[in-house]
C-alpha cells in the first residue's frame, strides 16, 4: 500500500490568497483526519470524517477553514483566505475503525503564508 | 476537560534505557498510544495499552496504569536513531477522537 498521500508537499502564498490541501487515505481505512502541527500549539486535531461524514469540526480554527470528503479516497482542507498565522506543518491521517489508538500519517503539507 | 502531560525533553545516553511518562485527564478514556516524530518527518504508530500492563514491541514498551491515569514508553538499548520526540495520545472511545500530548524531544548523547 501507498500509505496516506499528500498534496502539495510544499506550499508558499501570500496573505489573502487561497490554499487548498489534499489527501488521500489508505484504501479500506474508514476514518480520515486532519491535523496541524506547529512549534508553539504542538499536534492539533482540526476535524475528522467518519465514511466521509465529518464528525466533529470543533478544531478548525475559524470560519476560513473548511474540509470536505466527496469520496472514500479523497479529502481536502480549503483556507480561504489565508493568513501568516495559518503557517504551519499540515498533516492528514487515517485509520480502520478505531485503529487500536493507531493513525497512519501521510508525509504532511508544509505551508508559508507570507 | 482533556489533557496529557509529558517532559518537554529527556536525554539519555546511546545504550541506555529511557522511560517517558505521561499523564493524563480524559473522558471517557479508552486507551493510550505513542507515537515517534523525526525533525521534518511524520508522527508514526509505535504502541497502544487498552488495558492496564506492559506491551512490549522490540526495544519498545509501553505500559498502562488506568488508576492512575499514567503511562509510559520504555526504550531500551538506546540508539542514536532513536533521538525524535515522542507523543502519548489518549483515545477517546465515545467519538474515537485522538488527543495528543505537546510532546517529549528525546536526546540521545554518545
Known amino acids: 500500500d501507498a500509505g496516506v498521500i499528500q498534496s502539495p508537499r510544499h506550499e508558499v502564498t501570500e496573505m489573502g490568497q487561497e490554499v487548498t490541501l489534499r489527501c488521500k487515505p489508505i484504501?479500506?481505512?474508514?476514518?480520515l483526519f486532519w491535523y496541524r502541527q506547529t512549534m508553539m500549539r504542538g499536534l492539533e486535531l482540526l476535524i475528522y470524517?467518519?465514511?466521509?461524514?465529518?464528525?466533529?469540526d470543533s478544531g478548525m480554527p475559524e470560519d476560513r477553514f473548511s474540509a470536505k470528503m466527496p469520496n472514500a479516497s479523497f479529502s481536502t482542507l480549503k483556507i480561504q483566505p489565508s493568513e501568516p498565522r495559518d503557517s504551519a506543518v499540515y498533516f492528514c491521517?487515517?485509520?480502520?475503525?478505531?485503529?487500536?489508538?493507531?493513525?497512519?500519517f501521510g508525509p504532511g503539507t508544509r505551508l508559508l503564508v507570507l | 476537560g482533556q489533557s496529557l502531560e509529558q517532559p518537554s525533553e529527556v536525554t539519555a545516553v546511546e545504550g541506555a534505557i529511557v522511560q517517558i511518562n505521561c499523564t493524563y485527564q480524559?473522558?471517557?478514556?479508552?486507551?493510550l498510544s505513542w507515537y515517534q516524530q523525526h525533525d521534518g518527518g511524520a508522527p508514526t504508530f509505535l504502541s497502544y495499552?487498552?488495558?492496564?500492563g506492559l506491551e512490549e514491541t522490540g526495544r519498545f514498551s509501553s505500559f498502562l496504569s488506568r488508576s492512575d491515569s499514567y503511562g509510559y514508553l520504555l526504550l531500551q538499548e538506546l540508539q542514536m536513531k532513536d533521538s525524535a520526540s515522542y507523543f502519548c495520545?489518549?483515545?477517546?472511545?465515545?467519538?474515537?477522537?485522538?488527543?495528543f500530548g505537546k510532546g517529549t524531544r528525546l536526546h540521545i548523547l554518545p
Open positions: 484504501s479500506g481505512h474508514d476514518y
Open positions: 495520545a489518549a483515545l477517546r472511545g465515545r467519538d474515537d477522537k485522538i488527543i
Open positions: 470524517f467518519n465514511n466521509n461524514v465529518p464528525i466533529d
Open positions: 480524559t473522558s471517557g478514556f479508552y486507551g
Open positions: 491521517a487515517s485509520s480502520l475503525g478505531q485503529g487500536g489508538g493507531t493513525q497512519y
Open positions: 495499552n487498552a488495558l492496564d
